[in-house]
């Protein structure tokens, strides 16, 4: 009798979402083929820490072939996905179709503007490791230009960051470059007058960290402010160009660098791939997690779309992890013939951290601020952190940063044609 063949599961994207998906899925009797633009795995919420000149970009990623390693049944490709045809179940790359039996997109999500002029030409946004390197060389090529400037206006131009968004990526990122500033920097630039450089965090909203407790939102702005940060809330922006900010009340502010943290939408792929995308550029996914329509096709984390108790499921990576592993286990019960099961998050917390010693948490009911918060960041995201090595690594970074108050990491990395651009 022929064997039957076993079904062939894709999935789009090796992120938080993809990765578990395609780890969970090697307990079922499926062949598995996870794609991704990057031969990597990237540890998002480390990112501004490589831009702000604190870890390398090696110690955030992870090669996907070998996490890949202890599972026979799945492979990897390494392609960009341009089309996929949902009615004959092909995912299109570069010069070829891959076929299909079922199919999760974790395809994730990108920077959101919001229409503000200037935003996606001017502005530095902070998703994806080859971005984050593009940030950390413009700051340390800014001090360079402002070194040997005689013109104080555009010295301080030079010395101006601006970050738009005081959501959790932007609160840390002004945190870690005042720090950056403030000890590191001064050592290596002796002729720089620090007084001349600022970091301005911009927040459209009352207060930083919207959603968050008010202690927690009043603790984050307090120490940011005691680190030197001009924290402004209530400030919108309306215009960037590449030598200025403009906010709404008409006030302008000269800098070189504006860091968008303000928005992320669904990846704008999606759109364009055919799938039904809604507020924010997510697809409203049915409560199992599939695309309507198609009971073979599973959207996960940051592109997905799906409301619990009225109100959307956040962008975050347990979200991705817990929606992968999910997808994944759902279509184990189709192969079997079973129904697949509704979706349920289980949020087991969030933090922020501030800088040094400083941070905020928000764990079953409890809320931390300051040392323990910081630990507990500290130990969370190390034990997260894929491989050992970097967990080694990344560890003696921080300890390194901590004693000698020190960046170990102050290189203009290589590979940019233009260092004016952004
Ligand atoms: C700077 C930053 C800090 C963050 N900090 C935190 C934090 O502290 N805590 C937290 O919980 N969350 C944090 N997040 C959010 C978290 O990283 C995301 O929620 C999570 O990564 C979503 O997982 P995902 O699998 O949906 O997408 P991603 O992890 O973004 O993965 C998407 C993958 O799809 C690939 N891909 C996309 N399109 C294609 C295509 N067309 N072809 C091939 N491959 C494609 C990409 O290369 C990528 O590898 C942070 C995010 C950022 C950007």
């Known amino acids: 009798m022929p064997v039957p063949s076993r079904p062939r599961v894709v999935v789009v994207g090796a992120g938080f979402g993809g990765l578990w998906a395609a780890r969970a899925l090697s307990r079922s009797p499926a062949d598995v083929l996870l794609i991704d633009r990057n031969n990597y795995h990237t540890f998002l919420p480390l990112l501004y820490q490589v831009a702000a000149a604190e870890l390398e970009p090696g110690d955030i990623v992870y090669p996907v072939r070998s996490i890949l390693r202890g599972l026979p049944n799945a492979d990897f490709a390494l392609a960009e996905v341009r089309r996929i045809n949902f009615s004959e179940r092909l995912v299109y790359l570069d010069g070829r179709a891959v076929a299909y039996d079922y199919l999760i997109i974790a395809a994730g999500s990108a920077s959101h503007f919001f229409g503000v002029a200037g935003g996606p030409e001017f502005a530095f946004p902070l998703k994806t490791l080859d971005q984050g390197i593009r940030l950390r060389n413009h700051i340390l090529r800014c001090f360079e230009g402002a070194a040997h400037n005689p013109n104080p206006a555009e010295r301080r131009r030079l010395l101006t960051f601006v970050i738009v968004g005081g959501g959790p990526t932007g609160v840390e990122f002004a945190g870690a470059l005042a720090e950056l500033l403030r000890r590191p920097l001064t050592k290596d630039y002796p002729r720089i007058n620090f007084d001349e450089a600022r970091v301005i965090l911009l927040e459209a909203a009352e ?105 959307p499921l956040p962008m975050v990576a347990p979200v991705a992890i817990q929606q992968g592993r999910f997808a994944a286990e759902n279509i184990a019960r189709q192969i079997e013939g079973r129904e697949p099961l509704p979706f349920r998050y289980r949020d087991r917390g969030t933090m922020v951290t501030i800088g040094r010693n400083a941070a905020v948490a928000q764990l079953g009911g409890r809320s931390f601020t300051g040392f323990p918060a910081w630990l507990i960041w500290l130990s969370v995201h190390l034990f997260n952190l894929i491989g050992f090595r970097n967990r080694l690594i990344v560890l003696i970074n921080w300890a390194w940063d901590y004693f000698l108050y020190e960046r170990a990491v102050r290189l203009i990395l290589p590979g940019e044609v233009n260092p004016a651009s952004k």
């Open 207 to 311: 207060s930083l960290l919207p959603g968050f407790p008010d202690r927690l939102r009043a603790y984050a702005q307090d120490h940011l402010r005691r680190m030197g940060v001009e924290v402004r809330v209530r400030a919108t922006v309306d215009q960037i160009t590449p030598q200025a900010t403009h906010l709404k009340d008409g006030s302008l502010t000269p800098t070189e660098t504006v860091v968008w943290t303000a928005g992320v939408r669904g990846v704008p792929q999606a759109e364009t791939w055919g799938l039904p995308t809604g507020r924010g550029g997510r697809v409203a996914t049915l409560p199992t997690l599939q695309v309507a329509g198609h009971p073979e096709v599973y959207v996960v984390g940051d592109l997905a779309y799906l409301e619990e108790a009225g109100r």
